[in-house]
Nanobody, 130 residues
Framework: QVRLVESGGGSVQSGGSLRLSCAAS????????MGWFRQAPGKEREAVAT???????IYADSVKGRFTISQDNAKNTLYLQMNSLKPEDTAMYYC????????????????????????WGQGTQVIVSS
C-alpha cells in the first residue's frame, strides 16, 4: 500500500504563486513515476506534470514556463511550484505515483495519463481569482 498526502492548496489572485507538496509513504520503490494531475468541475482529470525517478520531466503545454515539478527523495516528497497562476488553473490537484519493482520493466518515459498511475492522493483545492 502506498499513501499519498497532498498539501499547499489555497486561494490566490491571478498572477500569484502556490507550492503544492505530496508526501509519499508505504511500499515505495526507487524506480517510479510521479505526477500532478488536476480536475476542474465538469472536466476530465488531466496531467499537469510528471517526473521520473531519474529526474526526467514532462509538462502540459498549458503550464510550461509557469509550473515546476520537483522531488526530494530523502523526504519522499513531490512538489509543484506554480507561478503566474491564472483563473483557468482553478481545479482540484491530485498527486499520483506509479512504482516499479527492481526487476520489472521500467518505461523510458512516464505515461502522462490517468491510467498510467495506480496510486492517488485525496487532492488539494487550488482557486485562482481574477
Amino acid at each position: 500500500q502506498v499513501r499519498l498526502v497532498e498539501s499547499g492548496g489555497g486561494s490566490v489572485q491571478s498572477g500569484g504563486s502556490l507550492r503544492l507538496s505530496c508526501a509519499a509513504s508505504g511500499n515505495t520503490y526507487s524506480k517510479y513515476c510521479m505526477g500532478w494531475f488536476r480536475q476542474a468541475p465538469g472536466k476530465e482529470r488531466e496531467a499537469v506534470a510528471t517526473i521520473k525517478s531519474d529526474g526526467a520531466t514532462i509538462y502540459a503545454d498549458s503550464v510550461k514556463g509557469r509550473f515546476t515539478i520537483s522531488q526530494d527523495n530523502a523526504k519522499n516528497t513531490l512538489y509543484l511550484q506554480m507561478n503566474s497562476l491564472k483563473p483557468e488553473d482553478t481545479a482540484m490537484y491530485y498527486c499520483a505515483a506509479q512504482y516499479y519493482l527492481p526487476y520489472a520493466y521500467f518505461p523510458a518515459q512516464c505515461a502522462n495519463i490517468v491510467q498510467g498511475f495506480g496510486n492517488w492522493g485525496q487532492g488539494t483545492q487550488v482557486i485562482v481569482s481574477s
